[in-house]
């Protein structure tokens, strides 16, 4: 059975793949594929930097930058390689090794040919796999996912400064309470919203590029008159030009980078999400109370048993997706920072779902966004509401 959306076995590449399909180029495993191309590329321009190998012509900077910007189908070479081989190169079982062995049969075709045998040098997978995860990381963050909590932020942010002044009967403990307003009332997830992205979008991503276990073994034992720490740290950093959340090296690691940023990561994420599910739960029971009404679009179908029923879907959607995606970021950060001695190969598939957690959180912002465009504040109704309760002024009598 061929696989589209309609076959997928998850729903993110299959009914919600319009919403959250903009996540491949980060997540999928041709993303993942052009990032690690990117590093081994990037590494060789740096190493022609340093002098450790020839100094390269501007048009072979241009080609080794532009390696990494396959195809599909030549993407599909690297998967082969690792595979089942292709002209002549057996099959490695590894990814990483695969991308080693397409660079430098790329690279044998140009001019080239002389520094094939430089890549990956002195490196383990982890160098690689570090750095290309924290450029799908950011590149999320930035393209797709801030964006996209800012959008959420911006829809409260309208209806906090609409609705001001429109009373509303607070509740604590299920029981009448003090009047509020509405717009106070979104306001405060506003704030809530604020400070974690702040914290999101201000932290930066720490990643390993330091040989076999760390210490550029390899790296000293050919070449001891470089500083190789420094030479990593000035690779790492040029990766940033034009990010505003930035990779930083880990100058002190075992075979991985420990991985707690990204526990702190994920954890702001999950609380973002979690602010957001407390939001839907709110709004669900204003829309149960009939203090918002919804706007159907021509041709849209509340129920399809009852009529005249408008249901708060986008809002519970939104909650569902933030659910599974707050399970998956607090599984990442407890098991993540764990690995046994100087490393294990556990981490390796838990990192290949970091687009699912992602995805899910993205497709539950879009639904928060839907929904807060179609509701519609029913003042009287609050009013009302308000009005039936006389006894909560008396907090300010008895004050």
């Given amino acids: 059975m061929p696989l589209e959306q309609l076959t997928a076995v998850s729903s993110i590449d299959g009914r919600y793949r319009d919403i959250?399909?903009?996540?491949?180029?980060?997540?999928?495993?041709?993303?993942?594929?052009?990032?690690r191309l990117t590093v081994e590329c990037e590494y060789l321009v740096a190493l022609s930097k340093e002098s450790v190998i020839r100094t390269l012509t501007k048009e072979e900077i241009a080609i080794l930058q532009q390696l990494p910007h396959v195809s599909i189908e030549e993407a599909g070479i690297v998967k082969k390689i690792e595979k089942e081989g292709y002209e002549g190169i057996p099959a490695t079982n590894h990814d990483v090794k695969a991308i080693e062995y397409f660079i430098k049969r790329k690279l044998?075709?140009?001019?080239?040919?002389?520094?094939?045998?430089?890549?990956?040098?002195?490196?383990?997978?982890?160098?690689?796999?570090?750095?290309?995860?924290?450029?799908?990381?950011?590149?999320?963050?930035?393209?797709?996912?801030?964006?996209?909590?800012?959008?959420?932020?911006?829809?409260?942010?309208?209806?906090?400064?609409?609705?001001?002044?429109?009373?509303?009967l607070a509740r604590t403990h299920g029981q009448s309470a003090t009047p509020t307003t509405f717009g106070k009332e979104m306001r405060v997830f506003e704030a809530r919203l604020l400070r974690q992205m702040q914290q999101l979008s201000s932290r930066s991503i720490l990643v390993k590029f330091g040989g076999a276990t760390g210490g550029f073994n390899a790296h000293v034992a050919s070449l001891p008159d470089i500083d190789w720490q420094a030479f990593a740290k000035r690779f790492i950093d040029q990766l940033n030009v034009g990010y505003k959340i930035p990779l930083e090296l880990n100058p002190v690691t075992t075979q991985i980078e420990p991985h707690d940023t990204y526990a702190e990561l994920f954890d702001t994420m999950r609380r973002i999400n979690t602010i957001l599910t407390d939001f839907s739960h709110d709004m669900w029971r204003y829309v149960s109370d009939g203090w918002i009404a919804q706007k159907l679009k021509e041709g849209e179908v509340g129920s399809s048993a009852m009529p005249h029923k408008v249901n708060p879907i986008d809002f519970e959607?939104?909650?569902?997706?933030?659910?599974?995606?707050?399970?998956?970021?607090?599984?990442?950060?407890?098991?993540?920072?764990?690995?046994?001695?100087?490393?294990?190969?556990s981490d390796s598939t838990v990192e290949r779902m970091f687009g699912t957690a992602f995805a899910h959180s993205l497709i539950?912002?879009?639904?928060?966004?839907?929904?807060?465009?179609?509701?519609?504040?029913?003042?009287?109704?609050?009013?009302?509401?308000?009005?039936?309760?006389?006894?909560?002024?008396?907090?300010?009598?008895?004050?």
Wanted: net charge negative; hydrophobic share 40%; no cysteine.
């Fill in 108 to 168: 044998k075709q140009t001019s080239l040919k002389d520094i094939a045998e430089w890549t990956h040098f002195g490196l383990t997978s982890e160098d690689v796999n570090s750095t290309a995860y924290g450029i799908a990381l950011r590149g999320a963050l930035q393209s797709e996912i801030l964006p996209a909590i800012e959008s959420v932020r911006d829809s409260l942010l309208k209806l906090a400064q609409e609705h001001a002044a429109t009373p509303m």
């Fill in 20 to 35: 959250a399909g903009a996540l491949t180029e980060h997540f999928s495993e041709y993303g993942l594929i052009r990032k």
């Fill in 364 to 399: 539950a912002y879009k639904a928060l966004v839907r929904g807060l465009g179609k509701v519609s504040v029913n003042i009287e109704a609050m009013q009302s509401a308000l009005e039936e309760h006389p006894e909560v002024i008396a907090e300010a009598i008895q004050t």
């Fill in 317 to 345: 959607n939104a909650e569902g997706n933030l659910g599974i995606a707050s399970a998956l970021f607090e599984h990442f950060s407890r098991k993540l920072p764990i690995s046994r001695l100087q490393r294990d190969l």
